[in-house]
């Protein structure tokens, strides 16, 4: 089972065609050609073979008029269709003016370049401190905390690194996640103070020879973390295979298997830490000292700063929108978690699971879906308790389009073809190139896509197709690519 995404990774590219753009202008209406229904039939048809649980649903952007329907009404396991209802709810309740911020903080007094004194880390639940915006340096973020220390004079702290992370709630995981899959990726813990997609990554590169240990290298590089390697290299290209995890309630990484010694790239994998103020601290020393910066106090965590005396050095901002595009173009599970528990600690003072969804029902009920008729879990769609009806993911869709922040927020989905995507090899030919935004959605047995799609007679639609019960992820994408044509070409 897993998400479509993938932990730190390459850059987002902007979307460039003009259904972005007219999304939510006056459109044409006018009707479909006479081999609308049929062809939209044949492909629907067809998708029933390796998806016998359906559910289609497309409508006219711009009146909401349904021009195709299949099963609409019942409801399905949306995997990360799940992301644009938080990411809708997020950006109408937030706004885009909306930062994260995380304030470091110092107290004591400074001599010599020394801070007789604490140095303080205030998390606000940003999930981007990572190397995604440093060109994949993920200790950049703390390259520039560093310099704001420097600036004000201070080279040693000589008391303790204190991590406060009391803006979210103790509960790291997602009680509905599977607990065999706590080590990967997208089921990373969700904390107010998080580094790197609270991920590190584990490379493996082949030794010398045939039999030889496999070299194992994490990024970062921290003591705090032991790698048990049992891996060997082999001369077999067919042997080639490793598995790579961490121990359950600990930091040792795990590396076994063999790996082939001409490799030109090591095999590499990001795993979610257990311990994310840990591994925060851990990394946040070393960046430190790497600057010229040294901590010689202990890392204490603590829910609340105490006392007073303290001095803002330095405040990380991060906007709402770069998080959300993270969430719905790379399908970042721990980015949605974030953006959801900062709206529970919007509304209540604290982040949790059940806040934030009090927030999205909450938008969900004032454009028009009614509670009780959907079941919303979490943020990311990680849950398999997330279920919703195609046609209820079209008027959420439709409404965000039209609501006061639509283009924002359809600049921040994936367009068919789009590089570096999960949708970089679908629909990615003319005329089909850039003329579909939407969000894609998978779990065991589920693949799902919703969004927006501009058909050759110029006429937009909204659409969601979920499909239950597959027996296999790409048949069941190409079944929905054949839906979607069958609408560019006939619509």
């Known amino acids: 089972m897993s998400s479509e995404g993938s932990a730190v990774s390459c850059p987002i590219h902007r979307l460039p065609v003009a259904l972005l753009l007219a999304a939510v202008a006056g459109l044409p209406l006018g009707a479909q050609d006479a081999a609308f229904t049929p062809a939209v039939n044949r492909a629907v048809r067809d998708a029933r073979a390796v998806a016998p649980a359906i559910g289609v649903h497309v409508a006219r952007l711009a009146d909401g008029e349904t021009v195709y329907s299949y099963r609409a009404d019942e409801l399905r396991i949306v995997a990360s269709n799940t992301k644009l209802a938080t990411t809708a709810a997020a950006l109408d309740r937030l706004g885009p003016g909306f930062f994260f911020e995380t304030e470091v903080l110092v107290r004591g007094r400074v001599a010599g370049g020394v801070l007789d004194g604490e140095l303080a880390v205030v998390g606000g639940g940003d999930p981007h401190l990572s190397g995604r915006a440093y060109f994949g340096d993920s200790y ?42 706590l080590t990967r990726w997208y089921e990373a813990p969700v904390s107010a103070l998080s580094f790197n997609d609270n991920c590190i990554l584990v490379k493996v590169f082949p030794g010398p020879a045939p039999g030889a240990p496999a070299r194992v290298e994490t990024v970062p590089s921290l003591a705090g973390f032991r790698v048990d390697n049992r891996a060997r290299t082999t001369g077999d290209r067919r042997r080639n295979h490793l598995r790579i995890d961490r121990r359950p309630q600990g930091n040792v990484l795990t590396v076994s298997g063999l790996v082939y010694r001409r490799l030109s790239r090591p095999v590499d994998k990001w795993v979610a830490v257990e311990d994310p103020a840990f591994y925060f601290g851990a990394a946040l020393r070393a960046a430190l000292l790497e600057e010229g910066v040294s901590v010689g106090g202990a890392t204490r965590v603590v829910q609340r700063l105490a006392g007073g005396g303290w001095k803002r050095v330095h405040t990380h901002r991060t906007d709402l929108l770069t998080v959300i595009e993270v969430v719905n173009k790379r399908s970042q599970n721990f980015y949605a978690e974030s953006l959801l528990k900062v709206l529970g600690a919007r509304r209540c003072g604290r982040g949790t699971w059940a806040g934030g969804l009090a927030v999205v029902r909450e938008y969900l009920a004032e454009i028009g879906l009614e509670p009780g008729t959907y079941r919303l879990a979490d943020g990311s769609g990680m849950s398999r308790n997330n279920r919703f009806t195609a046609r209820q993911l079209t008027r959420l869709l439709r409404a965000a389009a039209a609501g006061r922040w639509g283009t924002e927020l359809l600049r921040t989905l994936p367009y068919s073809g789009e590089r570096f995507l999960s949708w970089e090899k679908r629909l990615a030919q003319p005329p089909y190139r850039g003329n579909v935004l939407a969000k894609t959605g998978t779990l065991r047995g589920v693949s799902a896509l919703s969004g927006l799609v501009e058909a050759r007679s110029g006429r937009r639609y909204v659409f969601s197709i979920l499909c239950n019960q597959t027996s296999s992820d790409q048949r069941a994408r190409d079944a929905q690519d054949a839906i979607l044509r069958a609408v560019i070409d006939h619509g």
Do not use: K, N, S, T
């Open 140 to 181: 950049g973020p703390f390259r520039e905390w560093a310099a704001a220390l420097r600036a004000a004079g201070i080279e040693r702290v000589a008391g303790d690194l204190v991590l406060v992370v009391g803006l979210f709630a103790d509960d790291l995981v997602h009680p509905d996640w599977p607990r065999d899959q």
